[in-house]
């Protein structure tokens, strides 16, 4: 299979949303399990579920219904981290990529495109958009955004791909260096990004997402960079 990443055109909106979406929401399940498997959660779970129990006059059903209640809540917190993401990007950058990504030199938004069963078919995309560096005297960086690679075309070297063509990109405009923000629970992401030479420079949690949910979900921001 033949892929050839290429400038993002308005006709790829439809196929990049679906790719977009469905590469972040892939990761709720994932978060909930580990969510679920830490400690603090497991004793939270478990204090829920023989608490309903003692206190509801040994009550199976309510000892149930508690627990279930508190496994949801997690569950909620998980998608709404992750789904909550999309819609905000589907309504900030993603809304106008041409306008946000493609209107300015220092901006640049690339597709994953490969010729499926005889028709082609968006596999994978990655954005750069230009910014000031503070301190540096006027030299900018390159921030990484949407690097999504398709479930179905996983472990052929196509993130490897998007990644040198954001850094060929950023290394053109005469960046300093290259940065990039990814989720905890993403950990094949995390993994390709120190193959590629990133270092962790920052963990946060700060987020859109309300403070309370990315508590529940027990996943931290990752900052990462890399000089050029």
Not at 94 to 123: H, K, T
Not at 127 to 144: F, L, Q, R, T
Not at 150 to 168: F, N, V, W
């Amino acid at each position: 299979m033949q892929i050839v990443i290429r400038r993002y055109q308005p006709s790829d909106r439809e196929a990049v949303e679906r790719v977009f979406r469905e590469g972040i929401e892939e990761h709720i399940n994932p978060a909930f399990m580990y969510a679920m498997t830490r400690p603090l959660h497991i004793t939270v779970s478990l204090f829920m579920y023989i608490g309903a129990y003692v206190m509801g006059g040994q009550s199976v059903v309510l000892a149930l219904m508690s627990g279930g209640a508190w496994i949801g809540l997690v569950y909620f917190c998980c998608h709404e981290f992750y789904a909550g993401y999309v819609r905000a990007r589907l309504n900030t950058d993603m809304q106008d990529i041409p306008g946000y990504y493609l209107s300015n030199p220092d901006n640049c938004f690339w597709v994953a495109e490969a010729e499926m069963n005889g028709r082609p078919q968006i596999l994978g995309m990655v954005a750069v958009e230009g910014k000031n560096d503070p301190g540096s005297d006027g030299k900018k960086y390159g921030e990484v955004y949407r690097m999504i690679v398709s479930s179905s075309c996983r472990r052929a070297g196509l993130g490897k791909r998007l990644a040198k063509t954001a850094e060929d990109f950023c290394r053109e405009r005469g960046f300093s260096k290259i940065e990039l923000s990814t989720s905890s629970t993403q950990t094949a992401a995390v993994a390709l990004y120190f193959k590629l030479g990133f270092k962790l420079i920052l963990v946060h949690t700060r987020s859109e997402t309300l403070q309370w949910i990315v508590w529940m979900t027990r996943a931290t921001i990752l900052t990462m960079e890399k000089n050029i």
